[in-house]
């Protein structure tokens, strides 16, 4: 058995897939604009149709929560130490039963942290990277919250520990902080299975160290960052993107986690040149 995951494919095309991998704690739906923008921005600048797809993250959306058996050893506070390793063999398994040897891996949030663990472990199918509102390091001590998550997901049987990823913050951007943007995300959270909730958030605590990927990737890559991102802002990103052999580092302004969502069309942008890098390379 492995883990299983639901694709959902917003285009077809020749050439390298571009595999879009979602945040926490929603599902593919958060690639839906962005998806179209790119497919739309390249058709304008004239560059042959390439596949779009945007798997649902195991546990999210129609992506089934992997069993005990699926996932690995638990370590004792009950995270999975090997299930990242075997979610990021599945989507390589993924596009090879597609009869592709690469994809263009577009990770953000929990989404990079995937995208970083398939360059670790299957560098040979990386043909780019698009890194987005994510990290390099481990959680370390801070992690714990991520548990304190995942049991009252279970434990409750609902999406209330997490519904607080829909509403804004103080410095939140003007996007965040929208009525549409608070509804399009309060549904979306609604809609996931609370096992699949506490399942991502003990794979990513068990996660392995990812801080020496950056060093290692030797293909055309993006980094996007939100500048109102609590996390993952310009003063994380940059550096990331420093280490990065000819990474572009692109910075959004009044932006916060959820680039793509936020600020659809820049990220578009910027995935397309990745696109065209990737297809010049």
Request: hydrophobic residues 45%; proline residues 8%; contains cysteine.
């Amino acid at each position: 058995m492995a883990i299983e995951l639901a694709n959902h494919i917003y285009r077809d095309g020749e050439g390298m897939p571009v595999v879009l991998m979602n945040a926490y704690p929603v599902d593919h739906r958060m690639w839906d604009v962005c998806a179209k923008a790119l497919a739309d921005f390249a058709d304008l600048d004239d560059v042959p149709p390439f596949p779009i797809w945007a798997p649902d993250m195991a546990g999210s959306g129609a992506s089934p929560v992997p069993s005990d058996a699926d996932s690995g050893p638990r370590m004792a506070n009950g995270a999975y130490s090997e299930a990242l390793d075997r979610l990021a063999k599945a989507y390589v398994d993924l596009v090879k039963a597609a009869g592709y040897s690469k994809a263009i891996w577009v990770g953000l949030s929990m989404g990079g942290y995937v995208a970083m663990d398939i360059q670790r472990l299957f560098p040979e199918a990386v043909g780019g990277l698009a890194l987005c509102d994510t990290m390099a390091a481990s959680d370390g001590v801070g992690g714990e919250a991520r548990l304190t998550m995942a049991n009252a997901a279970e434990q409750t049987h609902s999406v209330e520990p997490v519904m607080h990823f829909a509403q804004p913050a103080e410095g939140d951007s003007t996007v965040k902080r929208s009525p549409a943007f608070i509804e399009t995300m309060s549904r979306w959270i609604s809609e996931q299975n609370p096992a699949g909730l506490a399942w991502r958030q003990r794979m990513t605590y068990g996660r392995p160290e990812l801080g020496d990927v950056p060093g290692t990737i030797d293909v055309p890559t993006v980094v996007v960052s939100g500048e109102n991102d609590p996390t993952s802002n310009p003063s994380v990103m940059k550096p990331l993107a420093e280490r990065i052999a000819g990474a572009e580092f692109v910075a959004i302004p009044d932006c916060g986690h959820f680039s793509a969502v936020e600020h659809p069309d820049t990220v578009a942008r910027a995935l397309l040149a990745l696109v065209r890098r990737v297809q010049e390379r």
